[in-house]
């Protein structure tokens, strides 16, 4: 094991006090499925105002699901992930084109990628009859989407709590339905039901920063 490696590890889980660190490092049973999911948020840490880098190029975290296309826009500079809007498209039979042609307009002529939620690959939520899935369509229209496999649920949740407890994220305070799911999703919803922008921000996250497993030291697996 390379010198550092441990200790590398444990700062990406956010401290010894950190309960996920506590579980998977030390091999402590935490009970992770009690109360908010995302339990690492606060909003007088983390929101305040942010404005889009034209210098920089920008990230765009995608959630499809048929009447609710929603997404949200990210720059990552120098390790930190600046949330600069949200979209919540929800008029009746939204669908991938609807938010295609939502992604050109606002962005034009910026540099932008699409980091979705990979089962777009496979899935079609055009109300068009289109045979291309949310993907495809998506690069019909000139879009960069970028290749993810999704990562575990659960995984993808602690990814973002431990970007908050590090405080590397702060999120615009227009994005008011973000806010909204990050403080009131718990572990008694189904949250593919009722929360689609902080899912779609946690792909972006998951993307640069994935939890790393130390799979040499005792652990629980039951996220």
């Not at 441990?6 to 006090?17: A, F, I, K």
């Not at 339990?39 to 699901?65: A, C």
Request: charged share 25%.
């Amino acid at each position: 094991m390379p010198s550092g490696y441990y200790e590398t590890l444990l700062e990406d889980y956010g401290g010894e006090e950190n309960p996920l660190a506590r579980q998977e490092l030390f091999g402590e049973f935490v009970n992770l499925q009690a109360g908010a999911i995302y339990w690492g948020f606060d909003r007088l840490v983390h929101m305040g105002t942010v404005k889009k880098n034209n210098s920089e190029p920008i990230y765009i975290g995608q959630d499809f699901n048929i009447d609710n296309m929603c997404n949200v826009y990210v720059q990552r500079i120098n390790h930190h992930f600046y949330v600069f809007q949200e979209t919540s498209l929800t008029h009746r039979n939204a669908n991938t084109d609807d938010a295609s042609k939502k992604i050109i307009t606002d962005l034009k002529s910026d540099d932008y990628s699409v980091i979705p939620d990979s089962t777009g690959g496979a899935r079609k939520t055009s109300s068009k009859g289109n045979a291309m899935s949310d993907i495809q369509i998506m690069e019909s229209y000139g879009i960069n989407v970028l290749r993810t496999k999704n990562p575990l649920i659960r995984d993808r949740q602690n990814a973002l709590n431990m970007i908050f407890k590090k405080n590397r994220i702060t999120i615009d305070q227009s994005c008011k339905k973000l806010r909204n799911e990050l403080e009131t999703i718990s572990t008694r919803d189904d949250e593919g039901s009722v929360s689609h922008l902080a899912v779609a921000l946690g792909y972006v996250v998951w993307y640069f920063d994935p939890l790393l497993r130390d799979y040499g030291k005792s652990q629980s697996y039951a996220l």
